[in-house]
């Protein structure tokens, strides 16, 4: 039995009022004025007749024009089949977007009822075709919703709204628009992925908002009239009190934490400087495939060789690595490559051709100083600086015995002999970590434990444990949006972003003049260290409290959520795969009487519980705890409000 996730099947936008030119309509063409209404249209599949288009559209508007005359005001419909779920949405006037999604289905063979032997029965429900069997719990049509407004919210922010586009920019630029938005946005959408009510609740707060919020409203009590300002990280938001009292849109602040946390998986996953392994590049080198023999002897003492940095390794003498810029051709291909022994029994000795080696180390500066002296030419002196010995210091690991050749000694500086004090102030400390160094005063001495130097040098000089490393980042960056006034919200008008950024920290100005933000650089920076650092001494707090005890830690730990405006408080563990909470906040939207709604499930046995307190917020509760009551859970609501109240 095979089981097919839920898939997109199309996604359009269509506008029914849209009238095309008369000029352009031809008298044998009775679909003009159809097509006309699309705006977009995706399908999985690439090629999409124009008369299945036009149904499927057609379709959504008979269902559409049916349940107005049952609810005038409707502006969300959904209708479900035996293989799909279809749903309409209208997110502004006359424009609606339309959804078709399969459910998931599992494929069985079909059972024949042939009256023949065990093995005719079997070779004939092989022959024939598997019967779809489709489940119509896979996904919640109100996630659906909430997913398709936020699309829309997106593409709002971004672009601006279908009807100030329409009416400035005209018919094509809004196709244009939204075939570059939501082509990738409807293919990037995981529908197997669980639906997260806090997400569809509002933004996420901060956990130490109600400590770091001080902090903000002194910088934002500095700004000019009309600036906001709000903080944001790739999980919360932190805005200042005037930003939340502006009531701006929820699409913002999560189009701007969406664009940093895109930011950081990407900074994540990257690989810096990926470096082979040595056998792998010598044989690219020579330009022939690595054999089984060579593969199955990457390592030393058989272990396999892993791909890992090479400046890492404590092994110096069986290499002959050039790491500087200027290497010469003749110490690149060796007349007889040298390679590590499979194991210590193989022998001794490795093979190396001596001229080669000694020509390669010569050209990395390897060697006594006065043998450097006699070889170096006049005309290849002068561009030896200081950096170039830095990057061809030499690695540190066990003696060369087994290549049968004299570890040779390190080159002095050309430039400024080492003293006893300079040389002193700079030894490596005992952590395989070199210290950084200055170019003035350079001494050249290896590290006495085995470790590779850094290929990266600074001029900076070493700082104490608790200055910050790098200097405040004070420089903002821009980026445009598009937001309209809360009395008129279809008129979208293009804003500027200012934001600087300070590791996961990100500091947003709204609505300012480039002249006024260009001097905000400075308190905005220490804002964020004042964050930064806020948020270090909880870490320490926590991690300075007593151990929870072993009964506590294996007992099935509650869930919620409370949601004040638009904004989320808590909510950390809380994810939601069921009806429960969707089918009572629909109930809470539709009679506004209700103040709580209790449900509990089956299988497993988990109370739901949805208290409305109106100034208090909404508060969404799940109790795992299968002997609990329900006045158990009445209490638990009661003393959650208690402790956000405090």
């Known amino acids: 039995m095979n089981r097919i996730p839920p898939a997109l099947l199309y996604l359009t936008i269509y506008n029914p009022a849209i009238r095309p030119p008369v000029s352009t309509i031809s008298e044998d063409d009775e679909d003009a004025e159809e097509q006309a209404h699309i705006l977009f249209y995706t399908s999985r599949h690439q090629a999409v007749s124009r008369d299945k288009m036009l149904r499927q559209v057609g379709l959504a508007k008979a269902l559409v024009h049916f349940a107005e005359i049952f609810h005038p005001t409707g502006r969300y419909q959904n209708v479900h089949s035996q293989s ?23 494929e069985q063979v ?244 001596r001229s080669a080696l000694e020509d390669a180390m010569s050209t990395n500066s390897f060697g006594s100083g006065e043998k450097e002296e006699e070889t170096l030419h006049e005309s290849v002196a002068p561009s030896i600086n200081e950096e170039d010995f830095h990057e061809d210091m030499d690695l540190q690991g066990p003696s060369l015995s087994y290549v049968d050749i004299p570890r040779p000694a390190r080159a002095p500086s050309p430039t400024a002999p080492p003293s006893e004090t300079t040389s002193n102030s700079h030894q490596p400390n005992g952590d395989n970590e070199m210290p950084p160094l200055e170019i003035a005063s350079n001494s050249h001495q290896p590290n006495s434990d085995g470790g590779m130097p850094p290929l990266e040098t600074t001029s900076r000089p070493l700082q104490a444990s608790g200055d910050r490393e790098m200097p405040y980042n004070t420089y903002f960056t821009s980026t445009n949006v598009f937001i309209a006034p809360n009395d008129d919200p279809l008129a979208t008008v293009c804003h500027t972003v200012f934001l600087l950024k300070d590791n996961d920290i990100t500091v947003a100005l709204l609505n300012g003049d480039p002249s006024d933000v260009e001097a905000l650089g400075p308190p905005a920076s220490r804002l964020c260290e004042e964050i930064n650092e806020t948020i270090a001494e909880d870490v320490k707090r926590t991690l300075s409290s007593s151990l929870p005890s072993v009964s506590t830690m294996l007992q099935p730990r509650d869930s919620h959520v409370l949601k004040v405006q638009d904004y989320v408080i808590g909510g ?19 009679q506004s009487d209700i103040v709580e709604v209790f449900s509990r499930s089956l299988n497993p046995q988990h109370w739901h519980a949805i208290h409305q307190g109106n100034e208090r917020g909404e508060m969404y509760l799940q109790v795992v705890r299968k002997e609990t009551s329900l006045s158990d859970v009445d209490n638990i609501l009661q003393k959650l409000y208690k402790n956000y109240i405090k």
């Open 110 to 353: 079909p059972q024949t009822k042939s009256k023949g032997k065990g093995k005719a029965k079997e070779t004939s429900g092989q022959d024939a075709p598997l019967l779809p069997e489709y489940h119509d719990n896979s996904f919640l049509d109100s996630a659906i919703r909430s997913h398709l407004l936020r699309g829309y919210g997106a593409f709002k922010i971004t672009c601006g709204s279908f009807t100030s586009i329409m009416s400035s920019q005209g018919q094509h630029a809004l196709e244009s628009k939204l075939e570059r938005f939501f082509t990738i946005w409807a293919w990037s959408w995981n529908l197997e992925a669980s639906s997260s009510l806090a997400e569809d609740l509002g933004l996420p707060l901060h956990p130490l908002y109600r400590t770091i919020l001080p902090a903000i409203d002194t910088f934002s009590s500095t700004l000019p009239d009309g600036l906001m300002a709000i903080v944001l990280t790739p999980e919360h938001i932190a805005p200042s009190s005037a930003y939340r009292e502006q009531h701006y849109p929820t699409a913002l602040a999560r189009q701007l934490m969406t664009l940093f946390s895109r930011t950081r998986n990407e900074a994540s996953t990257t690989q810096p400087h990926p470096t082979p392994s040595h056998d792998v590049s010598d044989s690219q080198t020579n330009g022939t495939p690595p054999t089984a023999e060579t593969q199955s002897s990457n390592g030393f003492l058989g272990i396999p060789s892993v791909a890992m940095d090479i400046r890492k390794w404590g092994w110096s003498g069986g290499f002959s690595i050039n790491r500087s810029p200027n290497t010469n051709p003749r110490s690149s291909t060796p007349a007889e490559p040298c390679s590590l022994p499979k194991s210590v029994a193989d022998g001794p000795v490795t093979q190396c051709d």
């Open 572 to 590: 950390t563990g809380f994810t939601s795969n069921t009806g429960h909470f969707y089918d009572a906040k629909e109930l809470l939207e539709k």
């Open 84 to 106: 799909k779920h279809m749903i309409m949405l209208s997110p502004e006037p006359n424009f609606w977007m339309h959804a078709a999604i399969e459910l998931v289905r599992t």
